[in-house]
């Protein structure tokens, strides 16, 4: 903006390298440039103050698409002033010679016209196809068409002005439209989450029962390998049992083979004699008889001798020699 100093009947204009300032006397321009500082007589005086830097303007259009479905489009345009002669006379960009400020609202003019041909080229566009196929190609479509049309608009060239820029943020259908288009996917995407989750659990079912059939071998192994070592106790302890029975027998058999040899020799013993006895006479056998007694007797307080049991002693006597002889 414009810094205007007053003295009285005459005033000193200032104004920034980015305006283009036009300065008019009965109706004709006789300054013009950009950056200027000049005095003037505000009474005869009419003064236009152009912009020369890039602006953007806010776009935001709603269109219908081919099936009838509202889609939204937001994005930025920048323009900037390209003839400020031109512009000048055609659109009324003078500034109030007491504050420097513009009378009426010039860029919004120009904004408006901009925004009304970008606003027709999206509704041409997304009337064109399906909400379906314009949200599958997204914005870069649309902008570059956008683009070519405000750059190419005579409606923009004959005021002197350019759009430079065109950039769309983005392209989006209402918010029941874009739960209805979502749902297809989310419910493709939750049937796969489904179908991860069931394969899951099945292979976590698989593994348990992979860890319940090895357990069970495990178990039928050391069963079987349990049945096999009593198996084979048993049959040690049924080999002791024979081998300490063996060994019973074997020594019975050693002790009873002893106990007939020494019965035997006993017997041989008792036999011998046995037969010195049996060829002795009586009377010998007699007197033996009586010695052992004897022998077996600690005392004798007396002996009561008969005249028969003498008699039959003598008779005995006398008749050994005689048997002997015989014999």
Known sequence: MATIRSF????????????????????????????????FVPETASIAELPMDDREMTLFVKGRSQDFQTVAVQGTIGWHVVDPARLAERVDFSIDLGNGKLRGEPIE????RIAGIANQAVQQYL?????????????APLRERL????????????????????????????SELERALQTPTFEALQQKADEATFQRRA?????????????????????????????EE??????????????????????????????????????????????????????????QLAGKLDKIEHVNV???????VLSEFRKGPAVIEQR
């Open 8 to 39: 009285g009947f005459v005033a000193q204009l200032r104004s920034e390298a980015s305006s283009h300032v036009i300065r008019y006397r009965n109706g004709r321009a006789v300054q013009s440039g950009r950056g200027l500082v000049f005095w």
């Open 109 to 112: 003019k120009i904004q408006a």
């Open 127 to 139: 009337g064109q196809a399906p909400v379906r196929a314009l949200l599958d190609a997204g914005p």
């Open 147 to 174: 683009q070519a049309l405000v750059a190419a608009d005579p409606a923009l060239t004959d005021i002197g002005v350019a759009a430079v820029a065109v950039r769309l943020t983005n392209l989006t259908p209402t």
């Open 203 to 231: 292979l976590a079912v698989e593994k348990e029962r992979a860890i319940a059939e090895n357990e069970l071998a495990n178990k039928t192994e050391l069963a079987r390998r349990e049945k096999l070592l009593i198996a």
């Open 234 to 291: 048993a049959e040690n302890a049924r080999n002791r049992a024979t081998g300490a029975a063996e060994a019973q027998q074997i020594e019975a058999g050693a002790e009873a083979e002893r106990i007939r040899t020494i019965e035997s020799a006993k017997a041989e013993t008792e036999r011998q004699h046995i037969a010195i006895y049996r060829d002795l006479p009586p009377a010998i056998l007699l007197g033996l008889a009586a010695q």
């Open 306 to 312: 008969t005249p028969d049991l003498l008699a039959t």
